[in-house]
């Protein structure tokens, strides 16, 4: 089933920093783009970490707390380093969590969630950046409009997905919503046609009312 891919959606132009930018530049430079946050590259042109907006505020919060290191606590012995560090290779959060550009937006979104950060460094076959992509860019999927989700799953999984009859299955797509309407011989083809709408970028939700003739899910007994 076709899905699109982290390179089809990710921001290709990338503001980037080195290890070895002090910090004002940091600064300037997520001001100036309007980012929150900057992949770090080595001299290779590959991710070594990310500085975010929140790795400089803490330079803010610990002001005036003295240069002494604390001995106990892992987060707080880093979140000491980076309030004294003065480049990015102090400050950003390593290493880089990184995604290729041939993975699906579906993994991506997974690997989001499951670390909790707002952005991938999205890296090619030899592992140089290629681009990021962010939260806003796998929700933005779900902005399609709904005659191209419609067409889509008329193509992709009605035509070239389950190889059905024309007119078997019909589909209406409302803020996303799909609707799938029609009959089938067996149930599990009726549900093959609702998990695969599901997997349309741009559906919200699937409304599955195709009728089926045969429930095939049910072993008739000996």
Not at 147 to 164: N, P
Not at 171 to 191: F, I, K, L, N, Y
């Amino acid at each position: 089933m076709w899905e699109p891919t982290v390179e089809s959606v990710m921001t290709k132009e990338v503001v980037t920093a080195r290890p070895g930018t002090t910090f004002k530049e940091l600064v300037a430079l997520m001001s100036e783009h309007r980012v929150s946050g900057l992949p770090v590259v080595d001299e290779a042109g590959r991710p070594v970490g990310v500085v975010s907006e929140a790795d400089t505020l803490v330079k803010q919060e610990h002001r005036g707390g003295g240069e002494t290191r604390p001995w106990f606590g892992r987060q707080r012995r880093a979140r000491w380093r980076k309030a004294t560090g003065r480049t990015a290779g102090d400050l950003m959060t390593a290493p880089a969590v990184t995604i290729g550009t041939d993975a699906t937006v579906t993994a991506a979104a997974r690997v989001l969630a499951e670390k909790n950060i707002r952005r991938l460094c999205v890296v090619d076959a030899d592992g140089m950046l290629a681009g990021v992509i962010a939260r806003r860019d796998v929700i933005g999927m779900f902005l399609r409009d709904d005659a191209e989700i419609r067409a889509d799953i008329e193509e992709r999984v009605f035509k070239k997905g389950m190889w059905l009859f024309p007119g078997s299955l019909t589909v209406e797509v409302v803020d996303g919503v799909a609707t799938v309407d029609g009959s089938v011989e067996r149930r599990t083809t009726a549900q093959i046609a609702g998990k695969l709408t599901q997997a349309i970028p741009g559906v919200v939700a699937v409304r599955n009312n195709v009728r089926y003739q045969m429930d095939d899910t049910v072993t008739s007994p000996l």
